[in-house]
């Protein structure tokens, strides 16, 4: 690691819950539209995981794409970060649409059939990313994609091309590299 890798805090750490508070804010809501960057990628009455939801930035948006037929699960290893994501849905009046499920560091710990995963700025605070790259295929129905988002200042090209080759090892299909603000992105396909 060198002293830009320091300056940049790369590396692998967990965002912490006070951290959060800066990522729903009228200016990212310009930059990293949530209705824009998640834009046909989630059907009314299908289900959607967001994995390291934090405070539920793009769940409540993921809510409102499935719809009251739909459903949400939201999923973050800080209890914090959920009854956060919890309290703006109820807000919301999206409640019914949307779970929210505690996992642990190396573990997922879920049993159901998604068409749609995002993992938005979360995948680079994972330890093991073969092993969560795994769990999230095998959660997805046949055909069904997921967006994986990493922050543009934290993960280099090198780093985040190496996750999405290990994503193809796991057995996805690149779609696409969706431009977003402040981020590297790819859209994959469970092949
Ligand atoms: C930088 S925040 C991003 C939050 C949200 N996706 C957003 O874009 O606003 C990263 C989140 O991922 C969660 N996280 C980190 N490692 C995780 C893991 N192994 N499993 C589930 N959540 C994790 C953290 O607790 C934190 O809430």
Same mark, same amino acid.
């Given at each position: ?10 590396g692998q750490h967990?965002c912490?819950?006070w951290?959060?508070?800066?990522f729903d804010n009228p200016l990212?809501?310009r930059l990293q539209?949530?209705?824009?960057i998640?834009?046909?990628l989630v059907q ?11 405070m539920?930035?793009?769940s ?9 037929s739909?459903r ?10 959920l009854?956060a994501?919890?309290?703006r849905?109820?807000r919301?009046?999206l409640?019914t649409?949307?779970?929210f499920?505690?996992c642990?560091?190396n573990?997922?710990?879920?049993n ?6 995002l #993992?938005f700025?979360m995948v680079? @605070? &994972?330890g093991?990313?073969?092993?969560f ?5 095998? *959660? $997805?129905k046949p055909?069904?994609?997921f967006l994986?988002?990493?922050?543009r200042l934290h ?9 999405v080759?290990? #994503?193809e090892?796991?057995?996805? @299909? &690149?779609v696409?590299?969706?431009?977003i603000a402040?981020?590297r992105?790819? *859209? $994959?396909?469970?092949s």
């Open positions: 690691m060198n002293l830009l890798d320091v300056l940049l805090y790369r967990t912490p819950w951290c959060c508070f800066t990212r809501r539209n949530p209705d824009l998640l834009k046909g009314q009455g299908q289900t959607a995981l967001d994995i390291g939801c934090g539920g930035y793009f409540l948006a993921l809510a409102k794409h499935a719809g009251p739909g949400v699960i939201c999923v973050d290893m800080q209890d914090k970060m009854e994501a919890k309290r849905a109820e919301a009046g409640s649409t949307m779970q499920h505690k642990t560091s573990s997922l710990g879920l159901i059939y998604a068409d749609f995963a #993992a700025w680079h @605070e &994972v093991d990313q073969g092993k790259i795994d769990e999230v295929r095998a *959660l $997805l055909g069904g994609t994986l988002a990493e922050p993960v280099t090209e090198a780093a985040f091309n190496k996750t080759s290990t #994503a090892a796991c057995g996805f @299909e &690149v696409s590299r969706p431009a402040m981020s992105a790819v *859209l $994959l396909r469970k």
